[in-house]
């Protein structure tokens, strides 16, 4: 007995952990295989992913870039799981980012929750961390626009 | 019988909502006299302002500058409740807000909680609302940073 | 003989330092008084303002918010210049500002110049300074938008 | 005839296009070895790099972070050109980054002023672009710090 093979998903598909990685995977595989969503929905997402040795400074401190590629997709993932999958062709239009303290290891984590939900404009608050949530190593707050249709 | 003259607040005083107020006045009123401080301590601080008339754009919303000034003040209470009187000279050294929609009335509410309590810097993220806690009109964050002593 | 009344400037008068404040002036009196437009087009403007009592801090130094204010009419009046007057109902959606030095005395300018400048959405770099212009006291950058129509 | 092996570049060495490329490829060779220094000194820096196929959204487009990368790496660079070899621990300790049009292409550029060069801190503006330099894709302000010592 074999597995029938998955049809794509369609844009219309429930967001979910599995579903949003699944979705994204078809079109941009090294995006998604390397981010594991641990929950989105309700205006939320937290996702992880393990950082590479590229993205390791000097000090085996995680680079201030792959903290910032964590958080904007936190921030992506939370819009999508707001909006459906027809919001994945949507884009960053600003992100300010704060680096509060090293950061070492090889995980990173991070959750985004919106804090308004527009039309076409999305802004939200992001927390980035390794082994502890409560402690974050950076925080940020951006926006995500859908592109005119 | 008179009411004795107070004396001035030390630097080793209890940070509380009246004291917050009272100690800023004394160097500077025409600020501190239009603060209401509501909560401060344990890394947070609640702010209320009337706004003035020149603040109210066309349209009667509330215009951004007086908007940054609120959580700019807040962010500062927050400090100063985590550090104490000593911390009245910090400065904030950038913010950035985000406008999440318009803003009527007369009262602006502004709430900022420190993600990082350092030796000399302090990251924040702010709210700030008109008269819906859970609808703020802009999010902020930012950054404040004791003098060199 | 005597001057004819002025007419109210139309939204395709030609937008000059003059014509701009007069513009404003007619629905927004106590924000424009305070404002010197000292140069506006080809996507920039540059504009002054003294400093209220208020605005000062202890120590004399210019009040951070007081500075956010100036760089948020000078990237006003830049977006104004490219588009005509139809486009004074715009608004900051964000607004990052870092603070560089200690500004004293009475009286802060500003020089916005726009990144881009698209239908709806424009974005700006903007000095802020006191008595040097090759050394600003604030540094910002952010983003007007036109409302839906 | 055969090349001497290269001395490892000391603190004092003076900052260069080359050099700086050495300098950081003896520690962090994965980050440098994908960076081009065309210019560093006087308080700015110009790099350029290749865009990676994982770094590629679907559309063709440059991801944002692969856009935030280059630009914390001129500021860095502007950085290390005021102060020299001393300040490579730097760190970003904020900055904010606006994508102002998609960027295609797989190379990518960034200049870096700095606004204002502190003891220990340092502010500069960005801007990131594909194949016009006059047409920047992205512009950023952000902070750099030395750690303390």
Same mark, same amino acid.
């Given at each position: 007995?074999? $597995? ?31 981010? #594991? ?73 991070? #959750? ?30 951006? $926006?995500?626009?859908?592109?005119? #249709?």
């Amino acid at each position: 007995m074999t $597995t029938p093979p998955s049809l794509p998903l369609g844009l219309d598909e429930p967001v979910t952990p599995a579903s949003i990685i699944e979705f994204i995977s078809s079109t941009w595989p090294t995006f998604a295989n390397s981010m #594991t969503c641990r929950a989105v929905g309700e205006g939320s997402a937290e996702v992880s992913r393990l950082v590479e040795p590229h993205e390791i400074r000097p000090g085996r401190v995680i680079s201030g870039p792959a903290q910032f590629a964590i958080a904007d997709a936190a921030m992506w993932f939370a819009v999508i799981g707001v909006v459906g999958f027809s919001a994945v062709p949507a884009v960053t239009s600003e992100l300010s980012i704060r680096f509060l303290r090293p950061g070492l290891g090889d995980e990173l984590h991070s #959750t985004a929750r919106l804090d308004s939900v527009g039309a076409k404009t999305f802004v939200g608050s992001i927390n980035v961390w390794t082994t502890d949530k409560s402690r974050p190593i950076a925080v940020a707050q951006g $926006t995500y626009v859908l592109p005119a #249709t």
